[in-house]
């Protein structure tokens, strides 16, 4: 999920929101994704780590090369995977652009909300393509907090999510990226490129969602840039309390939120 | 789909529009709907018929009884079902609040397109629930315009589409009910209910949907409000050109047009 950062992951809480993220997530997102034994699968932006161990599980006998450009993150995706008794993971740092890496020697690549912080997210797909082997698959996860609706409407929590997204543009990124994924992933010269939409639906039927996805993943995102909105003067500070206040309001019992990633896979 | 008025059908371009409409979502809304052979069906506000012929098909050994309160619509909703030689369903002229039927007499009840016209849809599915056998069944499908989004984006397509958010509360309807789907059906005592978001997800690589939604259903609702739109000054005709051009503009090789639905069942 995007941050109005390039890196995530340089507190533990944001640590512990990414795995909390990633645990209520990971049927919706990656249950679809499994690399043969054998197979080598290069993951790129690993960050933390959070999707290196789900996919690590689903392809347990894949060999898998996760490359970031935080040494410090690196550090704490290797002593998370290391904990979980994880032995198919190889870590090496690098950046996307510049990978530690061999040409055309990859069976698969794996792009989890990373192209949402480039400036030049289809340069990057482009970048990468050489280093797959012929035939061999893309997977491209992102979200878009263009998607985000929910029930009661709110003015301010739309201003305030809204937020999100220009800080995103101050950085260089763009947190729409998630409905781009087919014209960008066509556009680098993949093949067979299909985009699925990932809708995060959440009533009150589903109290994991509730909290684990619209109080403690995407409102926490929001509350989270409340500092930066106030310093810049995006929103005064009782529009914005009200804001992060009707966020909350969309976790009662009557309340609903829906929020959108895309999945997009294509072929060399 | 919403329209800024109660009744649907009153012009034979506007009956052909809702039939390519159907025809386009009949998969992604309907093919989860079968009744079974014997069972009573009662659709409410079936205008022109465009979904009593899927209902029918899906379900060719139930009795349905599709009432609406527009005999116009009713007569036409009849000829083409005859057309198509369909024999299982039954017309009855009717207002959702003053039914024709017996109460206690369904097994199933289907309400599609027809909450967002009413200034109490809780009411509306309050005053359903008698009509149901103990057990029977109710769906409910509507649209949601502020699920609606695109690439590129542009501002003045998103204020058109807010237009018609706004005409429809003008008639006391409510184009975003979609996403209250779960609220509204529990909030009126039915039980087990299960809202799934029905998102038509539209890039180059699915051409009918291209058509079929982003251009003759989509955009084609939008632009005809556009005489009410400018009438009320809602929008200048310079935006409103510019908004519309920018949404058939989605449907280029490198658009994106994404819209949800959403499907409620639930049980007496």
């Known amino acids: 999920m995007p941050e109005n950062r390039y890196v995530h992951g340089y507190s533990s809480r944001e640590s512990e929101r990414l795995a909390d993220q990633a645990e209520t997530l990971t049927s919706l997102l990656h249950n679809d994704t499994r690399f ?28 898998i090369t996760s490359v970031d450009i935080s040494n410090d993150s690196l550090q704490r995706a290797e002593k998370m995977v290391r904990q979980e008794g994880i032995t198919n993971v190889t870590f090496q740092q690098g950046d996307i652009f510049h990978l530690p890496v061999v040409l055309g020697s990859f069976d698969h690549i794996f792009v ?11 340069l990057a797909l482009l970048h990468l393509y050489p280093f797959l082997k012929d ?6 996860i992102e979200g878009d907090h263009g998607s985000t609706f929910f029930h009661p409407e709110n003015e301010d929590a739309s201003l305030a999510v809204h937020c999100l997204v220009k800080l995103q543009q101050q950085t260089g990124g763009n947190a729409l990226i998630g409905r781009q994924l087919y014209p960008l992933v066509r556009g680098a010269g993949y093949r067979n490129v299909h985009v699925s939409p990932r ?31 106030l310093k810049q003067g ?3 500070a009782d529009s914005w309390a009200r804001g992060i206040a009707a966020l909350y309001r969309t976790a009662e019992p009557d309340g609903v939120f829906c929020y959108t990633f895309f999945k997009a896979t294509a072929r060399k």
């Open 135 to 140: 035939g061999g698959t893309i997977t491209v």
């Open 234 to 236: 995006m929103m005064n």
């Open 112 to 122: 989890c909300f990373v192209l949402e912080h480039l400036a030049e997210p289809g």
């Open 36 to 63: 043969p034994a054998g197979s080598r699968v290069l993951e790129v932006g690993c960050g933390t780590g959070a999707q290196t161990i789900i996919l690590a599980r689903n392809s347990p006998g894949a060999l």
């Open 199 to 229: 809708m995060v639906y959440i009533d009150a039927s589903r109290p994991e969602l509730v909290e684990g996805f619209t109080k403690l993943t995407f409102t926490a995102m929001v509350e989270g840039v409340g500092q930066e909105v």
